[in-house]
């Protein structure tokens, strides 16, 4: 499945951002990056294409070029460009690559990732701090840009930002991320909801329905990624607190409705797609039993169309006029790997299974896999997004394959020397973030600055153990992120490492409307002028 997507999209589509199966070429949608192949990347690693990952690497060092006239999303640019480098940065090593002095504090692929970042910082210098939605990479944030902006828009920075902020040792990243998720908790309602879409100058709210689907999803999903990943009790605090207000209003039946924010009263009792995330996101905070019955309820309706439609009337149980599209989207596999790795109930396979055979038999054409623009009749689009490589497959793969590196239990870790001592990498615990990238949380420990006099102490510590092959030296805890400077500058240590198994020693899509628009969001989701 994966590599008759990808061989074609080589074939057929590259260096544009996608394929377009129906008629065997490609098209940019996001900015012009070559989008599949980042987004592709990791997976190649996943499935154990060292070869293939060392390659594109290289063509993506020598093709991609961010300073360009081009007018990019910000929150798609950040998931897609920014993390997918982040996850092959800090892979490179275990994909056989020959790291730079200093990785994973350096390497051309951060710089690459934070060269993208960087583009992206225009839209964040708001009154309130949340950032606009499209950026332009060469001029900034066109005068004539919206301010309007949804609210996964300005929440879902937290965990590629505070992974840059920690890799290179600028602040920046993270603090204008926090700055963002902050200011969507300010403006909560006061029943502790949050709208859709939230007008970035003013904070007044445009679009006043609250759920946890489209456009407001993954900031719920980087309050507790970002938590895990920064070990954030306030992060995490937030979630807790939203939680309670989405049971409170949005669930009804294990089904999650939209409502209006500020009364709770039901505006949409409609199930989106995106919104399969969330029994995967409640395995992460330990709540198994609602998630699975969320999941079956879902599950269901997987079952009546062989894919899940982008709306589902619930009362109706049927598809949303102009809403029964399945683009592929991975949210409800992703769920099933989260919970089965935490129930290994047989039922998540048999989604998996299903997942397979309905995507082959419907989806399958000549040069790749097709949007179904329609599930009741299987009509195809003439498109493949590139979430198909990054995550719907990655994820089926991670699900029947309990052995992968990324399910590491921690048994088996690198070792590495950095600038800044001693560094534990490929541990496990990898986060995902929400274009499925794994980021590996114990490399933003890995960079931190100390003090010129500690690094003399550790050396001469380091030195005196050495003598003593029967015992090892472990540092001491790294100051906290932010004391110091850029690691660039640092050239007098080996990122050479050692491979090492606890076992034998002693011992953590979405995408936001591009057009303007000044009225509501209305009936279903879809946003209609004030002129129509």
């Not at 950040?78 to 090593?93: P, Q, Y």
Request: overall charge negative.
């Amino acid at each position: 499945m994966f590599y008759h997507a990808y061989e074609h999209y080589l074939e057929s589509a590259f260096p544009y951002d996608e394929l377009r199966p129906l008629t065997c070429d490609g098209q940019d949608t996001w900015g012009s990056f070559s989008l599949t192949l980042i987004d592709a990347l990791d997976t190649l690693l996943i499935l154990g294409n060292v070869s293939e990952f060392q390659r594109v690497v290289t063509v993506l060092q020598e093709g991609v070029d961010f300073d360009i006239d081009v007018n990019a999303s910000v929150f798609e640019t950040n998931i897609r460009v920014v993390g997918g480098l982040l996850s092959a940065h800090l892979l490179s090593k275990k994909a056989g690559i020959e790291v730079e002095v200093g990785w994973p504090c350096s390497g051309p692929l951060l710089r690459m990732a934070e060269e993208a970042a960087r583009k992206l910082l225009p839209a964040f210098q708001t009154p309130t701090g949340m950032p606009y939605g499209t950026v332009n990479l060469l001029h900034g944030v066109n005068p004539g840009e919206t301010p309007v902006t949804c609210t996964a828009g300005i929440g879902t920075f937290i965990v590629e930002f505070a992974t840059l902020s920690h890799l290179t040792g600028d602040p920046v990243f993270e603090d204008v991320a926090r700055k963002a998720l902050k200011a969507l908790w300010k403006n909560r309602s006061d029943i502790g909801l949050v709208g859709n879409h939230i007008d970035v100058v003013t904070a007044k709210w445009v679009a006043q329905d609250a759920g946890i689907g489209a456009g407001v999803d993954s900031y719920f999903e980087y309050l507790v990624k970002g938590a895990i990943l920064l070990q954030d009790k306030e992060l995490m605090s937030m979630f807790l607190e939203y939680n309670k207000a989405i049971k409170n209003y949005t669930k009804f039946d294990d089904w999650y409705l939209w409502v209006q924010m500020y009364k709770g009263t039901v505006s949409m009792p409609v199930f989106q797609s995106l919104e399969a995330y969330w029994p995967g996101l409640q395995s992460l905070i330990g709540d198994v039993d609602n998630a699975m019955r969320t999941f079956l309820n879902y599950y269901t309706v997987w079952k009546q169309f062989g894919g899940l439609p982008e709306f589902y009337n619930i009362p109706q149980g049927y598809t949303v006029d102009k809403r029964e599209g399945y683009p592929l989207r991975p949210e409800l596999i992703e769920s099933a790997m989260y919970l089965y790795r935490a129930t290994r109930d047989p039922t998540l396979l048999e989604l998996g299974r299903d997942a397979v055979e309905s995507i082959e038999k419907i989806s399958k054409v000549d040069c790749g896999f097709a949007t179904i623009k329609d599930l009741r009749d299987h009509r195809l689009d003439n498109r493949m997004e590139s979430f198909f490589l990054a995550e719907t497959v990655k994820y089926l793969y991670l699900l029947f394959d309990p052995d992968n590196f990324i399910h590491n239990d921690g048994s088996d870790f690198d070792v590495v020397i950095t600038p800044y001592g001693e560094c534990v990498l490929n541990a496990g615990g990898y986060i995902f973030n929400t274009e499925a990238h794994p980021i590996d949380p114990a490399a933003l420990h890995c960079c931190r600055k100390r003090k010129e006099e500690q690094w003399e102490v550790e050396d001469l510590v380091r030195e005196f153990y050495s003598l003593k092959k029967n015992k090892k030296f472990t540092l001491k805890q790294a100051s906290e992120h932010g004391e110091g400077e850029s690691t660039k500058d640092a050239t007098d240590a080996s990122s050479s490492g050692e491979k090492r198994n606890s076992k034998k020693s002693s011992h953590s899509l979405l995408s936001c409307p591009s057009q303007s628009f000044n009225s509501k969001l209305a009936v279903l989701g879809q946003v209609f002028l004030d002129n129509t």
